[in-house]
């Protein structure tokens, strides 16, 4: 469903009259005045509540980057923690540079908007047409956008486990996916698929004869002003752009981020942005001037919903393995933009992003913030001696070819998901942790024997251990 601009209010047109403002001259003048204070406080007041929530995510390290909040055209928040480099202790500022992950969507969604307008490409044409890799002839430009092609997402590929650190170029994108067997039938349902977006990166640079990042940087980028965004994959440093940072062991807390190749997120998680362009962004949007209506129904790569009771909005989030997080929301109705951008592998941003709106739009709520693990904290916490952490080491299956693997380390136990990338589980209490990337819980259960037989996901899921071997 698209996005509704707000009108201008009644009132506002009408002192459009010169008559009209010379005869409310002074009246208005005079409470603008009021108004000017009112406002005033009422930023400080939102500035000290996202001051005091984010707080306790830069002390454990789970949040460093920078935050924007905007409502009526007019900035209440906008404001930068933590270190843009750990090593040389440079700190982030509100003209940092984050990778944006998932965010990068709702631009390819666009940029297939852009094509569709000049009608060059129709919503309903089979991808096949401009991707011939794909062996199933039945998938449309929608469903990819969708993620309703049944497409497999390629980070639970054994390929990707295999060789993220190499280069994956698009075309050999295609023929790597091309082939898998679909995950379902397309249009039958809908599973997020970051596949279909490289994909619909490959159809905008065999449409337009331009590669992915300069169709963007020219249809998008320009037009809005976006001069601080960019591709990730383009060639030379991203000058100020914060290094990318997951979570570490007591007492580091930190550590470099794993070494994943960019050109396996072209199209799905590769541009970088600052929160003052995403501002302009969220507002295009907001306006419908980011994707053209009606050239798409509604707008793809963004999430549509309500919260806070019925207020409607459209939000997008992103984590990506090289060590960032990412959040935006747009609320049409309240006129309301929240931007949170981090330099952390810790998926708070949203939970936080939520929250600073909650403090504009119900400010009467409490909105409920996780804690930080007390062990991600640096406090003294009851530790397991080896023989006990080896045992919960193995692989844990979500379901069938989806595992977790658990493997122990000198200085703790390390998990990875099918992307085969370890990141440490914070120990909290001899038999619970936390993995911080999802910041999620986890346990493991025993049989009547003390064999460890599943690991719990924050209880969401059990994951069964696989045998030994298998």
Avoid: C
């Amino acid at each position: 469903m698209p996005t509704r601009v707000l009108p201008v209010p009644h009132w506002d047109r009408r002192l459009r009259n010169p008559f009209v403002l010379n005869t409310l001259t002074g009246s208005l003048l005079a409470g603008s005045v009021v108004y000017a204070q009112a406002a005033s406080d009422s930023s400080r007041v939102i500035r000290g509540r996202i001051d005091a929530a984010v707080a306790p995510f830069v002390t454990s390290r789970d949040f460093s980057g920078a935050v924007l909040v905007a409502r009526n055209g007019r900035v209440l928040a906008r404001k930068s923690y933590g270190l843009a480099n750990v090593e040389l202790g440079v700190a982030n500022t509100v003209a940092s540079r984050f990778a944006i992950g998932s965010l990068t969507k709702t631009f390819t969604a666009a940029a297939i908007g852009r094509l569709v307008e000049r009608g060059v490409v129709r919503l309903g044409d089979r991808a096949h047409r401009y991707v011939p890799e794909l062996a199933d002839t039945t998938i449309t430009i929608e469903h990819l956008l969708a993620h309703t092609a049944g497409v497999p997402d390629y980070y639970l590929m054994p390929e990707f486990a295999a060789h993220h650190a190499d280069v994956m170029s698009l075309d050999a994108f295609a023929r790597l996916v091309g082939g898998k067997p679909l995950t379902f039938t397309p249009g039958a349902e809908s599973r997020y698929s970051n596949s279909g977006y490289l994909l619909l990166a490959l159809v905008i640079e065999r449409i337009s004869g331009m590669s992915y990042s300069e169709f963007v940087r020219q249809q998008l980028l320009r037009p809005l002003g976006m001069a601080q965004t960019g591709d990730l994959n383009e060639r030379g440093i991203v000058p100020a752009l914060a290094t990318g940072y997951d979570p570490a062991f007591p007492p580091d807390l930190l550590q470099p981020a794993a070494l994943v190749h960019r050109s396996w997120l072209t199209g799905a998680g590769s541009l970088y942005s600052t929160v003052d362009d995403l501002r302009r962004w969220a507002e295009a949007t907001r306006q419908q001037r980011a994707a053209p209506h009606p050239a798409l129904p509604r707008p793809y790569g963004w999430r549509a919903n309500q919260r806070f009771g019925s207020v409607a909005f459209l939000d997008q989030s992103g984590r990506i393995p090289l060590g960032y997080t990412s959040y935006v929301a747009v609320y049409p109705d309240s006129n309301l933009i929240v931007v949170v951008l981090s330099n952390v592998q810790a998926d708070v941003v949203e939970r936080l992003g939520i929250a600073f709106a909650a403090f504009v739009i119900a400010p009467d709520s409490a909105p409920v913030l996780p804690t930080p693990p007390r062990s991600v904290g640096g406090e003294s916490q009851s530790r397991a001696d080896a023989d006990t952490l080896s045992a919960y080491a193995g692989r844990y299956e979500i379901a069938p070819g989806l595992t977790l693997t658990v493997s122990h380390s000198a200085r703790g136990l390390l998990l990875a998901g099918p992307d085969g990338i370890p990141v440490p589980l914070n120990q909290v209490a001899p038999s619970q942790f936390f993995f911080r990337p999802l910041y999620v819980a986890i346990s493991f259960s025993r049989d009547s024997t003390g064999r460890v037989t599943a690991l719990n996901w924050g209880g969401q899921f059990t994951a069964h251990r696989a045998p030994s071997g298998s």
